[in-house]
């Protein structure tokens, strides 16, 4: 049995209205896809930054219950002492369809926001955004999270030019706990 045209065009309609919406659910997800080796873990690093003082964080990445976004909870030092370790903060990655790119927002328990872009290179998941010192001025940041393998990222925190590190204040390994 032959359909008619008629008859293909109503069942490719009937078909789109059931795809298309899921597919556009589902996009979302895709665009986070860098995320995924980070999902439902918790990783975690020590180190020394460059001028001597200890760096340690736990950090856990998550879905949203609708899956359009990837959420991070940070554990870290609370004092200057580095004796105090708890909650530090909260994130949030989407995919922003204005911009076409990957957004970050984080709030710590200090009140401090941080927003950028995220730029990734293969498995290499790059934070950039500007940090605002105590006196205003503005140095432009980059985190960078470079995969080894499944269970392991280096980490670097520093300023970068041209692709090319200029400063690195830290650099250190992420675990998967």
């Known amino acids: 049995m032959f359909l008619s045209f008629e008859n293909m065009k109503n069942l490719i309609a009937l078909f789109s209205f059931f795809v298309f919406p899921f597919s556009l659910f589902a996009q979302g997800n895709i665009m986070l896809m860098p995320f995924e080796a980070l999902m439902n873990a918790t990783w975690?690093?020590?180190?020394?930054?460059?001028?001597?003082?200890?760096?340690?964080?736990?950090?856990?990445?998550?879905?949203?219950?609708?899956q359009e976004e990837v959420l991070m909870e940070t554990n870290s030092y609370l004092d200057k002492s580095f004796i105090q370790f708890g909650k530090f903060?909260?994130?949030?990655?989407?995919?922003?369809?204005?911009?076409?790119?990957?957004?970050?927002?984080?709030e710590d328990?200090?009140?401090?926001?941080?927003?950028?872009?995220?730029?990734?290179?293969?498995?290499?998941?790059?934070?950039?955004?500007?940090?605002?010192?105590?006196?205003?001025?503005?140095?432009?940041?980059?985190?960078?999270?470079?995969?080894?393998?499944p269970d392991k990222y280096m980490f670097k925190v520093g300023t970068m030019k041209d692709d090319e590190w200029e400063n690195v204040m830290l650099e250190t390994y992420f675990f998967k706990k």
């Open 44 to 66: 975690k690093a020590e180190g020394k930054w460059k001028d001597g003082t200890p760096f340690k964080q736990e950090v856990t990445y998550k879905w949203s219950d609708d």
């Open 89 to 106: 903060s909260d994130g949030v990655h989407r995919w922003d369809t204005v911009s076409n790119s990957i957004k970050f927002k984080v």
């Open 109 to 149: 328990v200090l009140g401090n926001v941080i927003e950028g872009d995220v730029k990734t290179k293969q498995k290499t998941i790059m934070y950039e955004y500007a940090y605002e010192d105590s006196l205003g001025v503005k140095t432009y940041m980059t985190d960078a999270l470079i995969w080894i393998k």
